[in-house]
């Protein structure tokens, strides 16, 4: 008999334990089945009214990632946590919970049941517990410690979202669809109520994640093509890209007269590396580059300067486009570029133009010119980055000529005309300089017979007397012996004389310089001696005249001296 209790009670225990979790199942499954439905509207409705849902899929993992950590809260609050394993102590209390009758009889008999081999309780009290507790409870349904009528209200709920999700299914079933790929990260777009087909630039189709080259500082006309509804203006959204934000205020893009699907606008004088969508009523494009290509950037450049062989100097190098460089001098321009060259064109004056050398790699330039003449030059670039061969032009530089001067000479000695005997030896002291370098030196001189019946003079008579050998100055000593050179000398005859240098440049006109002109006078020993005896005095009072200055000067110096010390 106790026995029979014991199995009555402890079954009616377990059908409830069953029961309740049957109740926790089915309330955890509608109560997330709410949760699930529910998060696919908010879904729609963030996805496509806040975020608008149209161009890129950038939120829809993100947004079925959220949806997956509430829904697994979801279960576990409202489902999972609630499951605890068979407790016939626990279930009793439940049941006692329900029924305040038993005053706590079937506890007492459930923890006797479950230390039956261990109590020290007499049998006959245990057994009297039992008995009490199979009469109290003979009546009362176990069951009862859940409520179905929960249940039947989640189900109410839940069918009524299940009813406004299905209707919402049917009347926007591509919206939903659309939803439900953007939450797997497929990046497709809702229907719209006007669709935009195709966006242009220049006649050429757009394509996500190709830019449109651009040459710098060019306009580009921007068409879209639309479908289905029509409306009075695009909007063009435009930034430099790299930039965090997009304007606040779009560009309008008018329907072109004869295509109201059709819609325009001109980008002008684009600069920098650009981003820009189209948005046409509720549809947006995507987002296109505009790649902004720039004059070829010039990373160094030098020139070479290799001198005609008039200049001793060894070839020099300058960093500079613009310099002076000496009259035929040839320019070897070498430049080296950051970005790729096709070819260049280097136009000199209004009507030269020279054809510069690319390396394979296009980032190497070279040519070269003579510098004949003082002229300007500027180039002409077409850029091997972008395959589309724009064309730049630049500033221009100067390359400006130094024209090669005449030498200069200086007849120092003798510094005055004189006369002289047949037998005179005439030392010719003289110095000559040049910009570049001194060529040959050459005495010149003329003879005007003075007893002949013909006046006139004779041809001049060159003799070269010296080489400068290229240097820039130098000074030089001849004795001119004047027997040796003019025959039959005689007295009254002339002889006008001077010095002439010349420098290296070449040409059929040398470049030639003439010191001032010297004349001799060809007298008789007497005359000459008579002269030279007057010029010794005059020398001599001229050292005189000095000397007396110089000791009137010093003498003067001496009285400031004391007169100073007087004064102290």
Known sequence: ??????????????????????????RGLVRSLIWIVSLIITDLIVDLLIWKGIGDNRYGLGLMVINIGIIAFVIYREWFRYLKP????????????????????????????????????????VQAIKEKANEKTESINFQEIVSWDQ?????????????????ISVKWDEQVGTLLKRLRGVNVNY?????????????????????????????????????????????LYVRTKGSEKWPSIPQDMDPLANDKLTYERVLKDITEDTEFYVRVNDDKGQVYDIQVIKSPNIKSYQIEQIFPDYITKDPET????????????????????????????????????????ISQGGKLITFSRKADKAFNYAFQWIEGESGKDFEYGDVRNNIRVIDDTLPEVQLIAPSSDGFATDKKIVNLNYKGTDDYGLGKAHLIY?????????????????KEIHDFEGKSSGA?????????????????????????????????????????ARK????????????????LASQQDEIKRARDSEETASTQVKQLIEQESEEK
């Open 1 to 26: 008999m106790q026995e029979g209790y014991q199995l009555n009670i402890d079954d009616k225990l377990k059908e409830a334990w069953s029961n309740e979790r049957r109740f926790i199942h089915t």
């Open 86 to 125: 068979y407790n016939a102590v626990r279930t009793a209390l439940q049941v006692e919970s329900k029924n305040p009758k038993l005053s706590s009889i079937l506890i007492t008999y459930t923890e006797l049941s479950a230390a039956d081999s261990t109590s020290n309780t007499s049998e006959e009290i």
């Open 151 to 167: 249940i039947y209200r989640v189900f109410a709920i839940s069918a009524t979202i299940i009813i406004v999700f299905a209707g």
């Open 191 to 235: 229907p719209t109520q006007t669709i935009i087909e195709k966006v242009h630039v220049e006649g050429q189709e757009m394509k996500a994640g190709e830019s449109f080259k651009v040459k710098f500082g060019e306009s580009l006309n921007i068409t879209v093509f639309t479908d289905l509804k029509t409306v009075p203006q695009g909007k």
């Open 318 to 357: 300058v960093s500079e486009l613009t310099l002076d460089t000496p009259q035929d001098t040839t320019l070897k321009w070498k430049i080296t570029t950051q970005t790729k060259v096709k070819a260049m064109q280097v136009r000199v004056g209004e009507d030269e133009t020279i054809d510069a050398e």
């Open 446 to 462: 003329t003879i005007k017979r003075g007893d002949r019946e013909s006046d006139g003079e004779s041809e001049n008579t060159k």
């Open 476 to 516: 030089n000593m001849y004795e001119w012996k004047i027997s040796d050179h003019i025959k039959e000398l005689k007295p009254g005859d002339q002889i006008l004389y001077q010095i002439e240098v010349e420098d290296l440049f070449p040409g059929e006109k040398k470049h030639v310089r003439q010191s001032v």
């Open 520 to 535: 001799i006078s060809i007298v008789t020993p007497e005359r000459y001696l008579q002269w030279y005896r007057a010029e």
